[in-house]
């Protein structure tokens, strides 16, 4: 707590009562250069509440019995999505304590309540902590630590390794439970029950735009996830800028397969239909024939997924009558062409491929809805400056590959850590860890990543986490992890081991050494292949070389 006023580096007071976050942002000197001279992003107040801006604000402008969610049968207008977001927060505030500036971490599946949960964080004054249901205790324990975290809202049926986590730590001081749609009833659901205690009423905390309002963890390449904080006028501005290529409408019925956790999957699902007064359907466990069903039962115009389940989908689709679909979009990892004009040959639509990161919060690059060329990433969104970098910072010349970089009215600031921030944000620039072409049209095209990053089925995965995870197993005596090419996911990941005892080199210890990897950290982080050698290759001075794992 503090007892004067905090100010934000524009001079505007902060809404925030606890300053702990605000202490962990960069300091200025390392931010990246910020750009609103767009005309659809110049004219944001001071104060902004993104929860009132893309809510109440919908409410405001005839939306509240237009349905917001279907989920399993459920419906929420609008202005049911609202009477739960102010009882939240009233059960945030009146029964828990929370002050403005304070972190809460959510745990949930893509569900209404956790959609009710995050814009209720926010209309409190408090920090919203994205995770994905697939964490385990060990990647929740150090997310609660990082962030300090005082209260976490979790689904009943995700508690047992949030719990785990909170026994070894003196964090969280308090997990409420509730389930998918609120349900009273529940014997697990505290929140829930409270929530039906309360009154639908009450204002929204007064924040300032540049307040904090959700912290983001993604994956770092040394093993352990950066936390990218992003501020209330950029959740709005995220919402302002890819919709501009992408479009948005109020009669769009949106499925999404991403996790509201990842900010490809906030946008599609939460920020984007909120703001243009759409309709998002939410699917608990995305898998090929969920997505598909809901498009054919919703009568869904909009379908955002990543490669990997398109191709899964492509053999399902005759089942299915997708006729009511509009438009489909891409991202997570790279478009192949040859996906590409599959999936068009297969329903007639036309996937817009684009690349956003964590840290930026939505696409800065996308192809257009037209899709001139199958394969590239597009062209800026409006409101980017997108160019590609030598080492020196300087721009390379037409026709040679360089380090992504973007500037905007989003970017990185990352939380605690200034050693990061220095490698992501260089010369005003965001660096996005991509090494990629641009064409003679300024068409921009994905090559490879900077770094020893692995994206798989969208994911971003550090083989440095999984390398210490596998090292641990009492079996292994030597390990390092690559990420190898795959023809559905991008890339897998490759383990290759050197045991103890090599005559126990095994399909069987193999499998052994996956599902304990599965057992300590997210499942989709588990290494799909298990090589067993004699001993690792490394260079005069110990270093491992690992492009001699990556071959056949």
């Not at 828990?96 to 004054?125: D, I, K, Q, Y």
């Not at 829930?192 to 905390?205: H, L, N």
């Not at 992003?230 to 409408?249: G, S």
């Not at 300087?394 to 200034?418: H, W």
Request: glycine share 8%; with cysteine.
């Amino acid at each position: 707590m503090i007892a004067g006023t905090m100010h934000l580096p524009g001079g505007v007071p902060s809404a925030h009562v606890d300053p702990f976050m605000h202490a962990k942002l960069p300091p200025p000197e390392l931010w990246p250069r910020f750009d609103y001279s767009a005309a659809h992003l110049g004219r944001y107040p001071d104060r902004l509440n993104a929860s009132v801006a893309l809510l109440d604000a919908a409410i405001a402008a005839g939306a509240g019995d237009r349905p917001a969610f279907h989920y399993e049968g459920i419906t929420w207008t609008f202005g049911h999505l609202l009477d739960r977001v102010q009882r939240i927060a009233r059960v945030l505030v009146e029964d828990f304590g929370l002050v403005p500036g304070e972190r809460v971490l959510l745990r949930s599946a893509n569900t209404p309540m956790v959609a009710a949960c995050w814009l209720a964080v926010l209309r409190a004054g408090g920090i919203v902590i994205n995770t994905m249901a697939m964490l385990r205790a060990r990647e929740l324990g150090f997310i609660l630590e990082k962030a300090q975290v005082r209260f976490a809202l979790c689904e009943a049926s995700l508690a047992e390794e949030l719990s785990l986590a909170a026994s070894s730590l003196a964090l969280p001081e308090r997990i409420a439970c509730f389930t998918a749609a609120c349900d009273a009833s529940h014997p697990d659901a505290d929140l829930d029950r409270r929530v039906a205690a309360k009154p639908a009423s009450g204002g929204a905390v007064a924040t300032a735009a540049d307040d904090v309002a959700l912290v983001s963890f993604t994956s770092g390449t040394t093993g352990h996830p950066k936390g990218a904080a992003a501020f209330h006028r950029d959740l709005v501005a995220a919402a302002d800028c890819w919709p501009k290529v992408h479009t948005v409408e109020p009669d769009d019925v949106v499925v999404g397969s991403p996790s509201l956790a990842f900010t490809y999957g906030l946008g599609a699902s939460l920020l984007y239909p909120l703001r243009y007064r759409a309709t998002s359907v939410l699917i608990p466990s995305p898998t090929p024939e969920a997505l598909l069903g809901a498009v054919a039962r919703h009568r869904a115009t909009s379908l955002y997924s990543v490669p990997a389940l398109y191709q899964s989908m492509l053999p399902l689709v005759e089942a299915y009558d997708l006729s009511s679909m509009r438009k489909c979009a891409s991202a997570g990892e790279n478009l192949r062409a040859t996906l590409w004009e599959q999936w068009h040959a297969a329903t007639g639509l036309r996937a817009v491929n684009g690349l956003g990161t964590t840290e930026m919060l939505t696409h800065f690059v996308s192809e257009s809805m037209r899709v001139d060329c199958a394969g590239s990433m597009g062209r800026a969104v409006p409101g980017y400056t997108v160019e590609l970098l030598d080492d020196a910072g300087l721009p390379v010349s037409r026709g040679e590959r360089g380090r992504l970089a973007v500037i905007g009215p989003t970017g990185c600031r990352y939380i605690g850590d200034p050693e990061r921030q220095r490698m992501a944000v260089q010369h005003g620039w965001n660096l996005t860890g991509d090494i990629c072409d641009r064409d003679e049209d300024g068409r921009f095209w994905y090559v490879d990543r900077a770094d020893d990053m692995i994206v798989s089925a969208g994911y971003n995965i550090s083989p440095q986490e999984v390398e210490r995870v596998v090292a641990e197993h009492p079996g292994v005596a030597a390990c390092a992890v690559v990420g190898v090419p795959h023809e559905t996911r991008g890339h897998a990941v490759r383990a290759c081991v050197v045991l103890r005892d090599p005559h126990d080199a095994t399909d069987a210890k193999a499998a052994e050494i996956q599902q304990y990897v599965k057992s300590v950290i997210a499942p989709y982080k588990y290494p799909r292949e298990v090589r067993f050698i004699d001993e690792l290759p490394r260079t005069a001075t110990g270093k491992v070389q690992r492009y001699r794992l990556r071959g056949d």
